[in-house]
């Protein structure tokens, strides 16, 4: 693919709202996951919440009012986003920029609620309940597009755990084909009694914060996060860019609905495809953001996918022991890490991270280390074997 320059990015999840924050964070190896305390859940795990999600949404939005929305109008708040995205407005106008919005879930924290006032089973639903501007997906992609006056092709992407990588790659294309001269990505996912049961009924969560790749690992650690980024053409960015998506794999192996290829058949040809969109050779990545989950199956068949295509040579780690598991957000949200990681040469631990599986051949850091990053891999996996790969290069 033609490398595009990521001219700026923002994200807010557990750690902190906004960049800052979250270096600090990393670097300080500090978790934001908590003992769980949501809404009715009594389901006893760790999770990653954001805080100051009380307030509405300003008057111009309010339809879109909820949890998710809330928590994508606070990121896109931050690292004075609003206003990057304000320029490029006035130079492309409103309808040349795409808006590609990763989400499972959207705001159907709103139906819970809606579904809990009703008098009876068979009653009608709250009059406040808005499902098209709130559950729908697709809201998540049509809010975000209001938030910031854009006009432009407005998508939601809904690949499970991937979704929010793989809009980088719709994007990608989308500029490539002529549809928008510059694009905002990104994902949104927030906190909700279905995703907390649903996984639990599947004995995916764990009692503590998550460890992915720990010999003791027994589950993940759910959170919530947004975050968004600016791709441009390298000839239509003013200044330097914050970073360069150079590359992007996808697959769909669909082993299994909810769990990997055993052998990670297709998390290595996720990865082989993003080495091959960059045209870039193994020997080229210093530092692979794993998917990392934590759960048993999933880091033993990424640890084979990792060791398939890059041996045991390559520097990796999960950032999932910071954040939790931020589902349809994870991909964008650890995007970003990866570009704050290359900035500042700073290979984070996996953290929570005790004893590595004996098992495992990839190499799993269990401290953090300094080294340049020039061009770095972030995983992303989702149910039913639909992975992504981004190659992401330094600025």
Known sequence: MTPLHIAAFTLTSALGHGREAHRAALHAERSGLRPAAFDLSQIECFI????????????????????????????????????????LRARHGAGRIGVFIGSTTAGIHSAELAFRERVASDAALPDWFDYRHT???????????AALELQGIALTVSTACSSSAKVFATASRALSAGL??????????????TTLHGFNALQLIGA???????????????????????????QDDDGAPAGRLLGYGESSDAHHMSAPHPEGRGAAASMRAALRSAGLEVAAIDYINLHGTGTPANDAAEDRAVCAVFGSGTRCSSTKGWTGHTLGAAGAIEACLTLLCAADGYLPRSLNTRTLDPAFGAQVLLAAQRAPIRHALSNSFGFGGNNCTLLLGAA
Not at 209 to 232: K, M, N, Q, W
């Open 48 to 87: 990653g919440e954001v805080e100051r999600l009380d307030s509405p949404l300003p008057a111009r939005l309010r339809a879109f009012d909820c949890r998710n929305h809330r928590l994508a109008w606070l990121a896109l708040q931050q690292d004075g986003f609003l206003e990057s995205v304000a320029r």
């Open 135 to 145: 559950q729908a997906l697709g809201s998540a992609a049509e809010m975000v597009a």
């Open 180 to 193: 928008c001269d510059a694009a905002v990505v990104g994902g949104v996912d927030s906190l909700c009694l």
């Open 208 to 234: 503590e914060p998550c460890r992915p790749a720990d010999a003791a690992r027994r589950g993940i650690s759910i959170g919530e996060a947004a975050a968004f980024a600016v791709l441009t053409r390298p």
